[in-house]
């Protein structure tokens, strides 16, 4: 089982919605072999991720440039994210996967359009968006610009679903944005701004779990 590639790749891909409790914890330290932090430490997420992606590539081929092995990975991981925001584990992933996956955020958000929020609007991000991709010089700045798209529409679907939590959606954005301006590693924008996604995406999933009215504080 701890030897399975594929299986590494879907720990990876899941672990954001993995509850962070010190089973959670042990059995990710058991698989990778990684010593890992208490969960209340701030880097916690940074390094459970890692810990699970380090050992994806390393049950990858292992005659290929660990580059390339690391790319199958995150692009494994973002394929299969765009299924799931479509709602179609089967559904075929045509186009840059990280684009797809924006895109698919943003058919939620169109849905929400009669929930929609006072602080966003899908136009504004889709202009932004578009500003971005006119920016885009390689593929790996192509992966930030898409990510920044997917983590604006997911604020918006957060907003709309769960009103109370507008000053979370809100600190999660300014955070990433932060970390992109102090940062002047393209991977390392990546690496951040998919980390925010994954937070997003947990206050998306806890709030709609246990506030599904939006009412809670």
Known sequence: FNRGPVV????????????????????????????LPGRGMAEAESRIRSALATHAIALLDPDREPIDRLTDVVLKSIAERARIRSGDAEAPVNGPPAAVTADAARTIA???????????????????????????????????????????????????????????????????ALARSLTPSVLEQAASEAIAIAGMDRLRFIARDTDPLGESG
């Open 8 to 35: 590494a790749v879907e720990l990876l891909d899941t672990s954001d919605r993995a509850s962070r409790n010190e089973a959670t914890l042990a059995f990710i330290e058991a698989y990778t072999g990684v010593s």
């Open 110 to 176: 169109t849905g929400l359009f009669l929930a929609a929020s006072p602080t966003m609007r899908i136009e504004e991000i889709d202009r932004r968006r578009i500003a971005r991709r006119g920016l885009v010089r390689n593929e790996i700045q192509g992966l930030v610009a898409e990510h920044v798209a997917e983590l604006e529409f997911l604020g918006f679907v957060v907003e709309a679903e769960v009103p109370s939590k507008r000053a979370e959606v809100a600190a999660v954005l300014a955070s990433a």
